[in-house]
C-alpha cells in the first residue's frame, strides 16, 4: 500500500515538471531570472518572474522583437492566495508567416500588490495597467498617471477580487 502512495506521489511530481521553453531557455542564457510555467491551452508558453525582475526582462523580451504588447491584466488565484499581473506579448512583422508569442506571470503577495510599470516600454499598457489598478489594486509603480478608470475615484476596495465584499447600499441615480 505505501509504495502505491510513493509511486502516485512520484508520477505527480513528474507531471508537475515544466520543460523550459525558447524564450524561458534564452533568457535564463543571458543571465535573466525567469521559471518556466506550463504552456496553455492554446500552445503559448508562458513565464513567471519576480517582481524586480519584470523591468530587465521586458526590456530584453522588447530588443528580442517582442513589439507588441496584446494584453495586460490581472487575475485573483483565490481569497488569501496571489494577485497576478500578466502580459502576453507578440512579435509583430510586416512579412511574418507565424507570430511568436509569450505570456509573463508576475505573482504578487495579496498585501502589498506592487510591481513596475512597463509603460515605459509599451504605451499600450497606459489604460491596461489602470484598469487592473482599478479592479485588482495591484500598484503599478512609475506609471505616470495611476488612478481608477472604471470606478468612482472614492470607490471603496478592489471589486474584481475574490474576497471583496460588495456595499450594502445603491445609490439611486435620477435621469433628471
Same mark, same amino acid.
Given at each position: 500500500m505505501a509504495e502505491e502512495e510513493k509511486e502516485t506521489q512520484n508520477e505527480q511530481e513528474a507531471s508537475q515538471i515544466v520543460e523550459a521553453g525558447v524564450v524561458s531557455s534564452w533568457l535564463t542564457e543571458n543571465g535573466l531570472q525567469n521559471q518556466p510555467l506550463? !504552456?496553455?491551452?492554446q500552445g503559448i508558453e508562458m513565464i513567471s /518572474?519576480?517582481?524586480?525582475? @519584470? @523591468? +530587465? /526582462?521586458?526590456?530584453? @523580451?522588447?530588443?528580442? #522583437?517582442?513589439?507588441y504588447l496584446q494584453c495586460q491584466g490581472g487575475y485573483d488565484a483565490g481569497p488569501g492566495k496571489e494577485l497576478v499581473s500578466f502580459y502576453h506579448l507578440a512579435k509583430v512583422y510586416d512579412d511574418a508567416d507565424a507570430t511568436e508569442e509569450v505570456r509573463i506571470k508576475v505573482f504578487l503577495p495579496r498585501d502589498n500588490p506592487s510591481v513596475p510599470s512597463v509603460y515605459w516600454i509599451w504605451k499600450?499598457?497606459?489604460?491596461?495597467?489602470?484598469?487592473?489598478?482599478?479592479?485588482? #489594486?495591484? /500598484?503599478?509603480? #512609475?506609471? +505616470?498617471? @495611476?488612478? !481608477?478608470l472604471l470606478m468612482n475615484e472614492d470607490w471603496v476596495g478592489w471589486p474584481l477580487r475574490k474576497d471583496y465584499i460588495s456595499p450594502e447600499f445603491y445609490e439611486i441615480q435620477h435621469a433628471y
Amino acid at each position: 500500500m505505501a509504495e502505491e502512495e510513493k509511486e502516485t506521489q512520484n508520477e505527480q511530481e513528474a507531471s508537475q515538471i515544466v520543460e523550459a521553453g525558447v524564450v524561458s531557455s534564452w533568457l535564463t542564457e543571458n543571465g535573466l531570472q525567469n521559471q518556466p510555467l506550463a !504552456r496553455d491551452h492554446q500552445g503559448i508558453e508562458m513565464i513567471s /518572474v519576480e517582481p524586480d525582475a @519584470l @523591468l +530587465p /526582462v521586458a526590456t530584453a @523580451l522588447y530588443q528580442n #522583437g517582442f513589439n507588441y504588447l496584446q494584453c495586460q491584466g490581472g487575475y485573483d488565484a483565490g481569497p488569501g492566495k496571489e494577485l497576478v499581473s500578466f502580459y502576453h506579448l507578440a512579435k509583430v512583422y510586416d512579412d511574418a508567416d507565424a507570430t511568436e508569442e509569450v505570456r509573463i506571470k508576475v505573482f504578487l503577495p495579496r498585501d502589498n500588490p506592487s510591481v513596475p510599470s512597463v509603460y515605459w516600454i509599451w504605451k499600450a499598457a497606459d489604460w491596461q495597467e489602470r484598469e487592473t489598478y482599478d479592479m485588482y #489594486g495591484i /500598484v503599478f509603480e #512609475g506609471h +505616470p498617471n @495611476l488612478k !481608477r478608470l472604471l470606478m468612482n475615484e472614492d470607490w471603496v476596495g478592489w471589486p474584481l477580487r475574490k474576497d471583496y465584499i460588495s456595499p450594502e447600499f445603491y445609490e439611486i441615480q435620477h435621469a433628471y
